[in-house]
C-alpha cells in the first residue's frame, strides 16, 4: 500500500486575508499579500522623515 500522494502530510494551516479572502498557506505570505495588494503596512514604523 505505498500509494499515498507524497505531499499531502501536512496540516493545513491557512491564513486568509480578512480584506479580499483570498488563502494563503504561511502568515509570512498573507501578510505579504496583504502589503502588496492592500498597501497595509506591518507593524513597522514607515520610515518617520
Ligand atoms: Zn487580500
Given at each position: 500500500m505505498g500509494f499515498a500522494a507524497s505531499s499531502s502530510n501536512k496540516p493545513s494551516k491557512q491564513e486568509r486575508?480578512?480584506?479580499?479572502g483570498r488563502v494563503f498557506n504561511s502568515a509570512e505570505d498573507l501578510n505579504a499579500h496583504k502589503q502588496l495588494d492592500h498597501g497595509e503596512q506591518s507593524h513597522e514604523p514607515a520610515g518617520v522623515s
Open positions: 486575508c480578512s480584506l479580499c
